[in-house]
């Protein structure tokens, strides 16, 4: 039989993206999987701009390839801004080189302009950029005007 794989508890890595962007990763357990690849269970990966804003995606696992650098967040995958943006989809991978972040499956969620429904999403230039894409469904968003407070 194989010797079981080793289990961390409360795991934590971090680094940095080629455009300075700070990530760190942290999670109940960590398991070595393959030499390359560590499974983490209740993940959360928090990413912090040089200019000190930040993005935080939290996800039911996380698969760690260390080889390629990408993360593969797994179910229940929320992530929320500084901006006041969040959204929930089922899966988003966090390429740890170019922070660059993408999915391809049905998000919903909130922003500033309101809510939205889309098949995907794409976070690039260092957070600068957030791009909602159509795919089989229909990209929706819900604009609420904002009420004048006397």
Request: glycine share 10%; proline share 4%; net charge positive.
């Amino acid at each position: 039989s194989r010797p079981a794989s080793p289990v961390m508890q409360s795991p934590t890595y971090s680094g940095s993206g080629s455009s300075g962007q700070q990530y760190k990763i942290t999670g109940k357990t960590a398991t070595q999987q393959t030499p390359t690849l560590i499974v983490i269970d209740a993940v959360e990966a928090t990413m912090t701009k040089p200019d000190g804003s930040w993005r935080i995606l939290t996800a039911n696992k996380a698969e760690f390839q260390q080889d390629t650098r990408l993360i593969d967040l797994l179910g229940n995958v929320t992530a929320v801004d500084a901006q006041g943006t969040n959204f929930v989809t089922e899966h988003a991978t966090i390429d740890t080189t170019t922070s660059r972040i993408y999915g391809t499956k049905r998000i919903t969620g909130t922003g500033n302009m309101g809510k939205l429904v889309a098949s995907g999403f794409e976070i690039t230039d260092n957070g600068q950029h957030i791009r909602f894409t159509g795919g089989d469904a229909p990209l929706t968003l819900i604009i609420q005007r904002a009420t004048k407070t006397k």
